[in-house]
């Protein structure tokens, strides 16, 4: 059996610890013969492909990023995409399924073409860590760890201007970073999708921190809203899958917490520093066990299924499961964190 292997939307540590886990159990224990679409489904819609043999994914687990590359290419746009241009093209080159390794877009696609017939299973990822039916993407814990380490420089540079500092994470929907690495930093305030805040609340809290001689600390995911806003601040158009591209709040929130308390207020966006870099020793597991079980899906052909961890094992789950529900930080969860804030 021949396979594709593709890494599709954003970058995150661990995609190259997937790809190998997945090439080394195939060739070793099945026989398996494996390529990669290049680009993400780019390479799948324009047959863009380099040979993966087991010396191609040598020493590449501690890796960041992707060796196949990456876009957020739609496979259903263009003049070759479709699920029978894109199943023309499979057979041509002698494909026979896919093991597609993304997250929300990415896998939303590939349920779309398996329902049209292609053999695709899927693996999760994301930094956001907001797929449902997984406990964890591989990715956040290297997200939440860059993060902390950035904010926590930022609490020194604060404390020495007697600033208040908001620092700015990933998070379109969900605010699993901005919660795990604002609790960890010790901020005084955290700002999540699934709650929002008024102005004048966060002024509280910064004005609480201050009054304690503290320099106040704001983390913010990027797609907060304050009780006054419609709409994640968004200033960067639409991506190809038709999402607003978000990013800036924190430079939006700064001069209203300014003007609010006094306290000269800067704020930091720390954007794509979150996905580079080398993936933890828990990424670098998990993605491995993750690749290792879509070999299980294909021999199996559990089509239209993604790998999942439930608790400490690995299982295998619908597309459908996944992508229903964003998985949102329970309420819970954020009020038990908001004891620590002002």
Known sequence: MKIGILTSGGDCPGLNAVIRGAVLKGIKVHNQEFVGFLDGWRGVVDGDIIDLPRTSVRGISKQGGTILGTSRTNPFEGPNGGPEKIKATMDRLGVDAIIAIGGEGTLAAAQRLTDAGLNIVGVPKTVDNDLDATDYTFGFDTAVQIATEAIDRLRTTGESHHRCMVAEVMGRHVGWIALHSGMAAGAHAILIPENPQSLDQIAEWVTQARDRGRAPLVVVAEGFVTTDMESPHSERGL?????????????????????????????????????????TA??????????????????????????????????????????????????????EASILFG
Do not use: C
Not at 287 to 295: Q, V
Not at 310 to 319: E, W
């Open 239 to 279: 991506d190809a899958f038709g999402r607003p591209r978000l990013g800036g709040i924190g430079e939006l929130l700064a001069p209203e917490i300014e003007a609010r308390t006094g306290i000269e207020t800067r704020a930091t966006v720390l954007g794509h520093i979150q996905r580079g870099g080398v993936p």
């Open 282 to 335: 828990y990424d670098r597991v998990l993605a491995t066990r993750l690749g290792m079980a879509a070999i299980d899906s294909v021999i199996d052909g559990l089509w239209g299924t993604m790998v999942a961890l439930h608790g400490t094992d690995i299982v295998h789950v619908g597309f459908e499961k996944a992508l229903d529900n964003l998985k949102t930080v329970p309420r819970h969860r954020y009020d």
